[in-house]
């Protein structure tokens, strides 16, 4: 006999199973005002070990933490005429505070770049002081008319980096740094995540930038998902915001600034990419249980076995939780690891003891087979390796195999409304080429290469539009 | 020639040497709205590292770690009457979000009991989900008209411990254990800093509280600053949120449940606590960097030996800086070294190449010798134990020779003015007496028993108040 579905499948209904698995994993919740959401502890654990990974590379380029204010006066978001056109829509409003209405309304900060221009100016006063490279993790709040959890929240979690350079070359090449080599090696040997990386053409740019750099990634029911953007905001904060330093040879000069994001969408990207039909399943670099030692029965012997077990495999440097909550039914605990995506699960019954083995469930390659207790340790860190690879090699063969290369809009159109993406010369689609996309709920998602580089430029010859439906 | 101060002496006025202080030494500055703050580099590097202390030391309890939302609708905090009263005049209020005016105002919270309250009341169905301990690291907003920076803040960060209990005893054991294994351990071993640890009057008592407990410190005027509290909550929340769990008889039962905080306003405390006329002074245990290598000129030789004994320290498990900036003068670099706090600073010149040696500087014992080169790794963890130690020695010194035992209202009012602390019989205070040492701006900072331990009850015979004057 079939088991019953525990997730309503993927293929009856996509959204339903997104859901149904973020409430069923306990990722997270609704929040009570609207669009908000609370994280709950194994989602929070995913979002934890993201931070930690995440915020070693982007020390690594010499970034420093820092944290600017939630609140932000009003009239700093109109002083870059882009930026606040861009933000004005989704901004909540602090009126009163103090049991008083405030002379200006203070809004919560849908991004950083205006405060955080106000203080480079205070901050910057010669060439000796830049470039000067700041990070910030924090919440924001943006508010969503169709929120979805994790993907559209009112308030998500986030990194925000904001730099000032010298020269115009050096903030370009620091953004295109951020996206190779802290975004793009975060997604692919952390996350397991195939991805797409761009332009953004201009209708998709940030408020503000000069150019938008963007992953792209394809979600398990073909859609893309932005994941991260790095910006080159030229001169345009610096002149709003008089953010001068004095260069080598004692001129004032406007600095070259980046900016750049990454948030709790991710976690929702997380489901969409590595889910399946039993659940998540997260990739053994990011878990922070790789390992779960299950006592299948409350019995003496096999609770002090799982607990050996769990010592040795730390030992093994395997990040590992012991389940002895025996009095919660084997086969509900087993449902629940399955949800939650541990790679690997490990099951001590009396039998088993018996024989000297242990079950052991891979959830990520699939399989189920008794293995020799004193083998484990050392076979369990390989079978981590070989899953981690597994999932970005799914990622990467479902992208190839659902991207059609086009030649025509109509036929762009048709393979991103059949769930793929497609490939079209910018030449062809151009600006009035989007528009028609937009009519059928379908966008460019990035400008690349032949080769698949990022473009220098909007019109570079030879520049392909990637596109697709999209969350 | 004695050299100009850098800073305002303590002596002369300590409110101003401390703003002094955290400006020069890059910690803060004030934020746009009124109240709020932006928290620099070097200040954030401290929080960071006292994050990861306390986050290891919370975790170690079985607490995880989740994210309640920013917002939360305002007829929440008004289901528990002392909480709504308690903070109802700091709030500040969302009333307009996405271009509209909200049907509901939403709070900015100032704290998360009852958003917290909210979905343990949905999470927590039978005594097998309890305990329930969850911890969230977030910013808060309560509106200050006299705000200061990292002690009275509009907005701050903290991580505040939400738990729930299935008997009184165990939520009453818990807020001790956090009061004195994680906020007691954290401050005594990271922070260096004496603290007494005792229970709020009820006049002092968080809104919505049962029992507040507390650690005071002594800062270096004399005044008492409230380090952390932990509270026991009863179940007043849990009445108001209908917060129950099936026992294992079968009945339903209201949760008993704590909540506990520690706030940037630590960054406060450890300036004034540690802090001295030339700067900063960071306990070695805390210290982003603990040690710091100059090179004093620009010489191919110094440059090439600064960078080898930074290797050599970081391999003797020092936390290790090398300055190079041979471009600003050495003499600025050493005085903002010292402004920081760091707490060991080794100074390298051609001169002391000559001699195979290197000018030791010690930040917290204070003096300077030629070291051999060879020496500095076997030398420096040793000295920054030592100074670790003696930190903790100072600021223990200046509470006890600073502290008067006394038997009248007059003198506890005379002892706090003289910038103390003092110590009295509750039985001789009294509320009424509580209320008169306002009318002097001091305050009770908490009961404790004769032999300085916590106290079980509000009135339990022997119970002795330490009175002060507070930030």
């Known amino acids: 006999m079939a088991k019953a579905p525990v997730l309503t499948p993927r293929a009856d209904d996509f959204p339903r199973w997104y859901q149904d698995l973020i409430n069923k994993a306990e990722l997270a919740d609704n929040g009570p005002v609207r669009g908000t959401m609370v994280i709950r502890p194994y989602g929070y654990g995913l979002w934890e070990r993201m931070q930690a990974e995440m915020d070693a590379r982007i020390k690594g380029t010499g970034t420093k933490n820092a944290y600017f204010p939630l609140l932000i006066p009003q009239s700093y978001l109109t002083r ?219 019995d003496g012997a096999v609770l002090a076995k799982v607990h050996e077990i769990g010592d040795r495999l730390a030992a093994a440097g395997v990040r590992v939780h012991v389940d002895d909550r025996t009095d919660t039914p084997f086969g509900r605990r087993a449902v629940d690891w399955e949800l939650k995506g541990v790679p690997v699960r490990i099951e001590v019954g009396p039998r088993d003891l018996e024989n000297g083995t242990a079950m052991l469930a891979r959830r990520i390659a699939g399989g189920k087979e008794p293995v020799a207790l004193e083998a484990l340790p050392g076979l369990v860190p390989g079978i981590l390796e070989e899953d981690q690879a597994l999932l970005l090699k799914q990622s990467r063969e479902r992208r190839l195999s659902r991207t059609a290369e086009v030649s025509t809009i109509d036929e762009a159109v048709e393979a991103a409304v059949a769930g793929g993406w497609a490939r079209i010369p910018w030449s062809v689609l151009g600006e009035d080429g989007e528009a028609e996309l937009a009519e059928h709920a379908v966008t460019v998602r990035c400008l690349v290469t032949e080769d698949g580089a990022v473009p220098d430029a909007d019109d570079a010859p030879g520049n392909v539009a990637v596109v697709a439906r999209a969350y």
């Open 80 to 298: 870059e005429a882009d930026h606040v056109e861009g933000f004005a829509p989704e901004l909540a409003v602090v009126t009163h505070a103090g049991g008083k209405e405030l002379e200006e309304p203070a809004v919560v900060r849908p991004t950083s770049e205006t405060i955080v221009n106000e203080y480079f100016s205070k901050w910057i006063q010669s060439y000796r002081d830049l470039p000067l490279l700041i990070n910030q993790w924090a919440n924001v709040v943006r508010w969503e008319l169709r929120p979805r959890l994790f993907l559209r929240t009112s308030e998500f979690l986030w990194q925000e980096g904001h730099t000032a350079h010298a020269t115009y070359e050096e903030a370009r090449d620091f953004a295109a740094h951020i996206q190779r080599h802290v975004y793009g090696d975060f997604l692919e040997n952390v996350l397991a995540m195939d991805f797409v990386s761009g332009r953004k053409t201009v209708k998709e740019r940030f408020a503000g930038a000069v150019n938008t750099l963007t992953l792209e990634s394809m979600m398990g029911d073909g859609k893309a998902l932005q994941m991260v953007t790095s910006h080159e905001l030229g001169q345009n904060f610096a002149k709003a915001f008089n953010t001068r330093y004095l260069s080598k040879d004692a001129s004032q000069e406007y600095v070259w600034q980046t900016s750049w994001g990454s948030t709790t969408r991710m976690i929702g990207a997380l489901v969409m990419t590595h889910g399946d039909d039993d659940g998540l399943r997260v990739p053994p670099r990011l878990a922070q249980i790789q390992a779960v030692v299950l006592a299948i029965k409350d």
